[in-house]
């Protein structure tokens, strides 16, 4: 049983549904104790599968964010003033070594939905020239991938978007077995430092802050971040699954989160509009 609109799924080879990857989705998302995952993972293992990219038990990889901003944090600020119909740029590679896929986004929110765009370059032709120059675009394998990267650039460049703060963290992950657009993921050990231009730093274990602590997450207990994600149908056992283990729905976002922290590592107060936030 759905709710809301559904969206249909394809057939791949072997039978099985085709991840779905909607352009316009849900995004729900819950600061939780780290305590509380069993028992979630429990749950959600009767309507989802682990997800292929993932490896271990549970099934998790490295997610390794450069998040960029104008130089006044205009979409920082978008962010914690909870502007309506506001955007993120950044880009973002899995695992630490280093010798994946460089993915560029931009992330809208759009009222009560989110829609994502990207496009896809190798790490091995990743190069500061792919945000400098205008003429220095790669081939895509299709029109609308062009298409993504030249919108990532044309809004990267009328506010003169710079990487401001490298973020990481490991992300368990899990695809609904019957609607293939469901995802729900569980954060943890998110940790942040400052970029230094575009590069990406590999598997360095120092240099790090930590966000997900009582301060960062602000509540009483250090925790990880669980998020579902779906197309315009919402399959019936996510609500039943929220209701039943009490879940308060936030707005947490981890850019927004280290800046509040970096402020404070700086000797400063915040308000909730973090308006001490400099760099």
Same mark, same amino acid.
């Not at 995802?183 to 360095?204: H, P, Q, S, W």
């Not at 207990?221 to 315009?232: C, N, P, T």
């Given at each position: 049983m759905m709710i809301g609109l559904g969206q249909g799924s394809v057939a791949g080879p072997d039978g099985k549904p085709l991840v779905i990857v909607p352009r316009v989705r849900h995004e729900f998302k819950y600061i939780v104790p780290a305590s509380m995952a069993d028992d979630i993972r429990a749950y959600v293992q009767m309507f989802c599968e682990k997800d292929p990219n993932a490896v271990g038990h549970p099934p998790s990889y490295t997610v390794s964010t450069l998040q960029l901003d104008s130089p006044s944090l205009s979409l920082h600020f978008a962010k914690e003033r909870k502007l309506v119909n506001r955007f993120k740029l950044r880009v973002r590679t899995y695992g630490t070594d280093l010798n994946g896929t460089v993915f560029f986004e931009v992330k809208r929110k759009e009222t009560d939905y989110v829609c994502k765009t990207r496009s896809r370059v190798s790490m091995s032709e990743y190069r500061d020239e792919l945000y400098t120059d205008p003429n220095c675009i790669p081939h895509f394998a299709t029109e609308e991938e062009t298409r993504n990267h030249i919108e990532f650039l044309r809004l990267s460049r009328s506010i003169g978007a710079r990487p401001v703060l490298h973020i990481r963290y490991d992300r368990e992950s899990w695809i609904g077995t019957e609607d293939?657009?469901?995802?729900? #993921?569980?954060? *943890?050990?998110?940790?942040?430092?400052?970029?230094?231009?575009?590069? %990406?730093? +590999?598997?360095?274990? #120092?240099?790090? *802050?930590?966000?997900d602590t009582e301060v960062g997450l602000r509540r009483p %207990?250090? +925790?990880?971040?669980?998020?579902?994600?779906?197309?315009?149908g919402v399959p019936v056992w996510i609500p039943t699954m929220i209701r039943h283990f009490g879940l308060v729905r936030s707005g947490f976002c981890k850019y927004s989160t280290a800046m509040r922290l970096e402020s404070l590592f700086g000797g400063g107060s915040y308000s909730a509009t973090s308006e001490r936030c400099h760099f």
């Open positions: 293939r657009s469901v995802r729900v #993921t569980m954060d *943890r050990n998110l940790r942040y430092r400052k970029a230094e231009g575009y590069r %990406f730093f +590999g598997a360095e274990p #120092t240099g790090w *802050r930590v966000m %207990f250090a +925790g990880m971040i669980l998020e579902v994600k779906s197309a315009l």
